[in-house]
């Protein structure tokens, strides 16, 4: 399975059969129960249906966590350009990946993956968002810094910056107490 930010594009293929014609389909609920429909059809139990799809930034999780939940062997892979160039394969589409990956799936037979724990998104988000105010706060220290090297500082754009970089202070310390119960 091709992973994309709004959609998924899968191929499969039944032990000793030809392979699918490749389906994409959108990554909502809808979207995804039409992708189940149509593995059900081949009349395979999930349990004994291996997805391989790539892990393309966080666009993958949702879905990998509803077909684990609806009871299919999910493997999660890194990017698999490197296999492709193995096969040669020099055009890059969604229908053409979705292809290689089930190539992919059938000779390495990856190993089944398990989605992490709660704990992981409490952190998760709340790391990045900690991460990026932390960024944010820097760059208006850093004009502020240059800003009070100017011979003449005008104090309303020296107050509003003062007060964005407490905010920033107090949004970051929330998170923290946000963080610090999920790590003890």
Same mark, same amino acid.
């Given at each position: 399975?091709? &992973? $994309?930010?709004a959609?998924?594009?899968?191929? !499969?293929q ?8 490749p389906? #994409?389909?959108?990554? #909502? ?7 189940q429909t149509q ?9 004994q249906t291996?997805v %391989?799809? @790539?892990?393309?930034?966080?666009? !993958?999780?949702? =879905?990998?966590?509803? *077909?684990h939940?609806?009871g299919?062997? &999910?493997?999660v892979?890194?990017p ?13 589409t969604?229908? &053409?990946?979705?292809?290689? *990956?089930?190539?992919?799936?059938? =000779?390495? /037979?990856?190993?089944? !993956?398990e ?6 998104? @409490?952190?998760v ?6 991460d990026?105010?932390? /960024?944010?706060? /820097? /760059? ?7 800003? %009070?090297?100017?011979? %003449?500082? %005008?104090?309303?754009?020296? #107050?509003? *910056?003062e007060n964005?970089?407490? #905010?920033?202070?107090? @949004?970051?310390?929330?998170?923290e $107490? @946000?963080?610090?119960?999920?790590? $003890?």
């Amino acid at each position: 399975m091709d &992973i $994309a930010a709004a959609t998924a594009t899968a191929a !499969w293929q039944l032990l000793d059969d030809t392979p699918s014609r490749p389906m #994409t389909f959108d990554q #909502t609920p809808t979207g995804m129960r039409h992708f189940q429909t149509q593995l059900a059809a081949t009349g395979v139990v999930p349990a004994q249906t291996l997805v %391989v799809m @790539e892990a393309t930034g966080s666009y !993958w999780m949702t =879905l990998a966590t509803t *077909l684990h939940a609806a009871g299919y062997a &999910i493997a999660v892979i890194n990017p698999a350009h490197a296999f492709a160039k193995a096969l040669l394969k020099r055009v890059k589409t969604d229908p &053409i990946d979705a292809h290689m *990956l089930m190539r992919l799936a059938a =000779l390495l /037979q990856p190993s089944a !993956w398990e989605p992490p724990p709660a704990v992981y998104h @409490e952190l998760v988000q709340r790391l990045g968002q900690r991460d990026d105010l932390m /960024q944010v706060r /820097q /760059q208006f220290k850093n004009q502020l810094h240059a800003l %009070v090297q100017q011979p %003449v500082v %005008v104090a309303s754009v020296r #107050t509003r *910056l003062e007060n964005l970089i407490t #905010t920033l202070t107090d @949004e970051i310390a929330t998170l923290e $107490a @946000e963080i610090a119960p999920a790590l $003890a």
